[in-house]
């Protein structure tokens, strides 16, 4: 399965890619964690893009494709990955074609999670993230017993400086002027599946995956019709 998940930021992207990664047994590929990682590791790449980060704008796509080919290079992702993140705009979309075409593989299948905006807002600007352990706790849906300290490691809790509701806002304007246009793109090719994302996360996860298979599914007996029709020529 090679599969992208798009969605506002705030969707619960990260949460469900975990969960559905885990359930096909390919590796979640996220962008924004591969930078995270380099913004904590303090290297080059990560200080280049800290300053686009905090102020909730796109890395530069030369950058984020260069990195995402090398990772989709990688031995674990031969057999199948789940993008989250990436691609963010129809650039990079295309882009995401040709690293496959050069790997000899193609996307099965773009997932789309559905929220609304205000919903987004609600869920990231009452986002914490404990600075110990880095559990994220949320202060109306799952907030701690003693307020900013962390119920699992008694660790301070502390807000990404991208989940402040101005740059939330920015997010979400970045959001619907570059990367909303994916939905249009790949729902063109036939390749979109569209998922409610309101709810229980177990509910989500559980409608994602049905839809997953379900797509897959009507996708490998258009190729066996195919394939028959082929045979019968
Ligand atoms: P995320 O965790 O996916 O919300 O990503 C956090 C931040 O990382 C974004 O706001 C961007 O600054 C950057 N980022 C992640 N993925 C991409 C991408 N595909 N293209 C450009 N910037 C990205």
Redesign the pocket.
């Known amino acids: 399965m090679r599969l992208v998940l798009v969605g506002p930021?705030g969707a619960g992207?990260?949460t469900q890619a975990e969960f559905i990664a885990e359930r096909f047994g390919i590796p979640k590929i996220?962008?924004?964690?591969i930078?995270?990682a380099n913004v904590s590791g303090g290297t080059e790449l990560g200080k280049l893009?800290k300053q686009?980060?905090d102020a909730?704008?796109?890395?530069p796509?030369k950058v984020?494709i260069a990195m995402v080919r090398d990772r989709l290079g990688e031995p674990d992702a031969s057999a199948g990955f789940l993008l989250?993140?990436?691609?963010?705009n129809v650039a990079?979309a295309y882009e995401l074609d040709s690293i496959l075409g050069d790997l000899g593989s193609i996307l099965d299948v773009v997932l789309e999670l559905e929220v609304d905006s205000e919903e987004v807002v609600r869920r990231l600007s009452g986002r914490r993230t404990c600075r110990k352990c880095g559990h994220i706790w949320h202060i109306e849906y799952d907030p701690t017993k003693a307020q900013n300290i962390c119920d699992k490691c008694g660790g301070e809790l502390f807000q990404r400086d991208?989940d402040k509701a101005e740059t939330v806002r920015h997010?979400l304007d970045v959001y619907a002027e570059q990367t909303s246009p994916l939905i249009e793109f790949y729902s063109g090719r036939g390749q979109l599946v569209v998922v409610d994302a309101i709810g229980p996360v177990e509910d989500v996860t559980e409608r994602a995956i049905n839809a997953l298979v379900e797509a897959t599914d009507a996708a490998e007996a258009a190729l066996a019709v195919e394939a028959a029709q082929d045979s019968a020529s």
């Open positions: 930021p992207k990260g996220s962008t924004g964690d930078f995270r893009a686009y980060m909730g704008d796109l890395v796509d984020t989250d993140g990436f691609p963010r990079q991208d997010r």
